[in-house]
């Protein structure tokens, strides 16, 4: 057993987190980063953190994943890192020359106390800056919340620092992406399309972290919202945000600086999330939703109805990001399916309540938890006091799998053993299907693994 | 991608390369780079600048000194539960991402799959978390019910001034089993190196000599610094056990913190990864007179050598047979595969920069398919490493790294083993050499290109001079490589392939490099289309 220490039995506790359902906030914040188009990030604190972010990152992606660090020393620690974030600044413009240097903090330069925002602009003081080029800066302390708060600081201190108010205004409309693939940032490129809609994504991570091989590595690839369209920004009708903990900073900003009004949406995962995301994008845009939509949506449905039966009442746990389970669990409970165990390492009460609102109806004995001890092995110990017919979660799992026999299908952040989430989106009526199909082909496989030699089917 | 330079006469000389490199840096920055950069010449003795601070915004390949003790030298151990005292980060990305194997036997504990963190949160940093620290250690200790638990800080810990070995203290009076501490803050040192030598004091004050065990067998061995990647220890485990050897304890592969609480009744310390583990073999002699010497078995010859190395420090005929035996048989497998891979990647050009001493074992391997190495380097490495030990007494210790601890220590008067002093001696007359490592550049051509700390713009230019054929580094350099239509094989992982240590790990290896040198699949890089005139569409949609 990989697991041989897990028991069923289930001790409160308040200190100790074993198998996390989180990981700290620079990571978001550099994910986001690297969805602005020529731009680096830049990690204020020692380099471990800096080293360990990119090779997650590089990791889930197979892709370069660049980044620089203050490189703190025991020095700096006690002194202050004011004087290598300066020398930082000067050495990544002059020898690798990004339009723009996104700044995050860690643990470290926050519990100095490190002022973000006073060094970069000693920096601009001192010409450190070039003519046309730009240091944004976030703070993003690992001790609060997750990676997932890490990414809406970011995306938050992109749209205070270049979003702009005209007086004209723009017929576009701006789109938040809570924390999805670059599959999925061009799914919701395309669906806008479709729509004939004008928008505005940020961040936008597609062909930033699915560049072709072609012989030349790009250190800024061709992908990433322009400076130009976050500036646009403030001139847009109105702003789709999805997903709160991702978004939900960020679009109350831009509402406050420019004075572009937000709905706040779910990530369009599944059927309902999906659906009112659209109409969400066809209020916003003042467009009517065109027939190929309702098709598509169509498509989803009937495969929904199509294999009803292998999904009906199947018991199923997760794991992940607020913003993603609440509509992944809300698509299955629409399929009759059963998510009994759901746990996120990211805080924030609205999180169970939420959770439980979707699922009181029909999973009354679904069991939620978010925050503190929220972890993975928590939600293993329920799984061995009653077990489940499907895991859904990252590549975390798969030693839960593999101990207890269970289906399991990858989804969320890291996924680190598969390739798929880069190249086919999960958002989308046609991401519900590739959900669908996911799900389907793992129940299946255990089937045609299990059943007994006479009762083996050629077709399902 | 043809080759532009001529290597029939040697490696081209690369100062115009150096030159070019240092040209995009500020002038300070150059200045620090260039000593850092050395093209070399085994025939005299040339100075590196290693083991000084990482230049801010340079985009380093290092990591940190809890990377180094937690990640590196405690984590690959089975049975003791490794704490990691701070935010979730550490805790997560140390979670299960270094290959290390362990095979514990059946019924025992085994730690390594799960992740432990005190999770700090910001009243934590504000009231400080050893009330938390401490709940967290009762409830690992209520639920595992482990024999020891190791604490590790994390950057915020120093700074609060949270003190570990204090709560360590505390916990081990009140839970009875072994508690300790380490303070591998993050910012301590300039690397992961600082890392390994905190983790090296800790093992050796708080686990060494703890517990006594009954000889079991003629030739008494620990191997240090060798990690059990992609399962090597396995490998050299098994050709150990063939030869008579007795293993007590790996640092850190596949080990116990129970094998390393007797290691001090071995006969000889084998020191592998001389960077990581070289403290705890010196502290070992002085206080057990267990003498250490360099091995190792990456490569099928050097491995040949290692143990004859090991049997001729034994002087006993029957082992001295029994490894011939299993050096002529292995040997004879690892030569087959040799011959056939040999003509389909001789030639090549590899580079290669890893952490701290695998970017000198490889080369063995590559020179034994006459694969040439033309630029290679450590993120972390030492002088000594670079330039052989006996440097060290001229290595000045810069401000950034003072405060690692150096233990001092002392004779233990009841287990001293003089009959090992005298051996040595005995030996030393004869031209035997212990704790000697002659480094890198001395086994390395003339003009090839030693670089610590290799950056990206670095990394960039090196691809454009050299067109190497193969890049050995980590996952961050991969993708990076892989773009230029190199392919770049990670010595840190293996690829999630090996193992590469020993006979069958030479074999393992050369399979792999006839995999990824003789491969067509490069070629596919350019679409068909690519060099074909343009054809203007006429019945396009738009036409």
């Known amino acids: 057993m990989l697991l041989r220490h897990t028991t069923s039995e289930v001790k409160e506790r308040k200190a100790l987190t074993v198998n996390p359902a989180k990981t700290c906030q620079p990571v978001g914040a550099m994910y986001a980063a690297l969805g602005v188009h020529g731009c680096l990030p830049h990690s204020h604190g020692s380099q471990g953190c800096c080293s360990y972010h990119r090779s997650t990152l590089t990791r889930h992606y197979k892709e370069p994943v660049m980044a620089a660090t203050s490189s703190f020393t025991e020095g700096s620690s006690v002194f202050g890192g004011q004087a290598n974030l300066l020398q930082a600044i000067d050495n990544i413009f002059g020898i690798y020359d990004p339009d723009i240097i996104a700044v995050h903090s860690t643990c470290l330069s926050e519990t100095i106390g490190d002022d973000l925002g006073q060094i970069v602009k000693k920096a601009q003081d001192d010409g450190k800056i070039p003519e046309g080029k730009f240091v944004v800066q976030a703070s993003t302390p690992s001790y609060v919340g997750s990676h997932v708060t890490g990414y809406a600081n970011m995306l938050e201190a992109f749209v205070k620092y270049f979003s702009f108010k005209t007086d004209e205004k723009l017929r576009q409309v701006n789109m938040l992406s809570g924390w999805v693939e670059p599959s999925d940032m061009r799914e919701l490129k395309r669906i806008a399309g479709l729509m004939k809609l004008k928008t505005v994504l940020l961040p936008d991570t597609s062909d930033v972290l699915d560049t072709p091989m072609d012989g030349t590595y790009k250190m800024y690839p061709k992908g990433g919202t322009t400076r130009e369209e976050i500036v646009s920004m403030g001139d847009s009708m109105k702003t789709v945000a999805m997903g709160e903990w991702a978004t939900k900073s960020a679009a109350v900003a831009l509402d406050n600086k420019c004075k572009v009004p937000f709905e706040l949406t779910d990530v369009p995962i599944g059927l309902k999330a999906t659906d009112r995301f659209i109409q969400a994008l066809s209020t916003a845009g003042k467009v009517s939703i065109p027939e190929c939509i309702a098709e598509e949506r169509g498509k989803l449905v009937d495969v929904i109805t199509d294999m009803h039966q292998y999904l009906y009442g199947k018991r199923v746990a997760l794991w992940g990001d607020p913003d993603t389970l609440l509509p992944m669990i809300e698509f299955l409970v629409d399929m009759d399916m059963k998510p009994v165990y759901v746990v996120s390492g990211t805080p924030g009460k609205k999180f169970s309540a939420r959770a439980m609102e979707i699922l009181e109806a029909k999973v009354p004995e679904a069991k939620v938890r978010n925050g503190a001890s929220a972890d993975m092995f928590l939600m293993h110990q329920w799984i061995k006091e009653e077990p489940v017919d499907l895991l859904i979660g990252n590549t975390y799992g798969k030693y839960i799998a593999r101990d207890e026999g269970i289906p399991f299908v990858r989804s969320g952040f890291p996924i680190i053993d598969r390739i798929g989430h880069s190249y086919f989106p999960t958002v989308g009526y046609l991401g519900g299907i590739r959900i669908l199909e996911r799900m389907l082909s793992a129940i299946m496989d255990k089937i045609d693994a299990t059943s007994p030699e006479e009762s083996f089917e050629l077709t399902m | ?543």
Not at chain 2, 397 to 423: C, G, P, Q, Y
């Open chain 2, 1 to 543: 991608m043809p080759n532009k330079i001529d290597y029939t006469n040697g490696l081209p000389d690369p100062s115009k390369l150096k030159e070019e490199i240092l040209a995009k840096y500020p002038r300070k920055v150059a200045k620090k780079r260039s000593k850092g950069m050395v093209i070399n010449d085994p025939a005299q003795s040339q100075e590196i600048g290693a083991n000084i601070r990482t230049i801010p915004g340079i985009i380093t390949q290092r990591g940190c000194t809890y990377a180094g003790c937690k990640g590196v030298v405690l984590g690959p151990t089975s049975d003791i539960i490794n704490l990691v005292h701070g935010p979730i980060g550490c805790s997560f990305y140390a979670w299960l991402t270094r290959r290390n194997q362990t095979r514990p036997a059946e019924g025992e504990p085994n730690f390594m799959t799960y992740a432990f963190s005190t999770d700090m949160q910001d009243e934590n940093i504000v009231f400080g978390g050893e009330a938390k620290l401490k709940d967290a250690i009762r409830e690992a200790y209520d639920m595992f019910k482990p024999t020891s638990i190791g604490i590790f800080s994390t950057c915020p810990v120093g700074l609060i001034g949270d003190d570990v070995h204090a709560v360590a203290r505390d916990m081990k009076a009140e839970l009875g089993i072994n508690i300790f501490g380490f303070s591998c803050e993050g910012y301590r040192g300039v690397s992961q190196s600082a890392g390994h030598h905190i983790a090296n004091n800790g093992i050796f004050k708080h686990v060494v000599g703890n517990t006594e065990r009954e000889r079991t067998g003629k030739f008494q061995v620990n191997l240090m610094g060798e990690y059990n990647i992609g399962g090597d220890a396995f490998e050299i485990e098994r050709i150990f056990e063939e030869c008579g050897l007795t293993l007590l304890s790996t640092y850190s592969g596949n080990s116990t913190v129970e094998s390393f609480a007797y290691s001090h009744t071995a006969d000889l310390n084998m020191v592998m990864c001389h960077r990581s583990i070289n403290y705890i073999a010196e502290m070992m002699e002085e206080k057990y007179g267990i003498p250490w010497i360099k091995v190792n078995f990456i490569g099928a010859d050097s491995t040949a050598k290692s143990l004859r190395k090991i049997a001729d420090y034994f002087g006993d005929e029957e082992l001295s047979a029994k490894v011939e035996e299993v050096i002529e048989r292995e040997q004879l497998k690892v030569k087959a595969v040799a011959a056939a891979v040999k003509p389909k990647v001789e030639g090549k050009l590899a580079m290669m920069f890893v952490g701290g001493s695998r970017a000198h074992h490889y080369q063995d391997l590559f020179t034994e398919l006459g694969v040439r190495v033309v630029s290679a380097g450590y993120e972390f490495a030492h002088r000594d490493d670079y330039e052989g030990r006996e440097v060290i007494p001229n290595i000045k210790i810069d401000a950034d790294t003072r405060n690692i601890e150096d233990l001092v220590v002392s004779k233990d008067e009841e287990n001293f083993r003089d009959d090992l002093v005298a051996k040595k001696a005995e030996l030393e007359a004869k031209g035997y050499e212990f704790k000697e490592y002659k480094g890198m550049m001395p086994d390395m051509q003339k003009n090839s290109l030693v670089i610590d700390d290799v950056n990206h713009w670095e990394t960039e230019k090196l691809i454009e001079f050299y067109k190497p054929d193969l890049f050995c580094a980590g996952i961050k350099e991969k993708y990076v490589v892989q773009k230029y239509g190199v392919p770049l094989k990670q010595l840190h992982s293996y690829d999630y392939g090996g193992p590469y240590a020993a006979f069958g790990g030479a074999i393992n290896f050369y399979k792999e490099m006839e995999r990824m040198l003789a491969t067509d699949i490069w070629k596919l890089v350019d679409a068909p289309w690519k060099n074909e005139p343009e054809i203007v569409g006429s019945v396009t949609v738009d036409a």
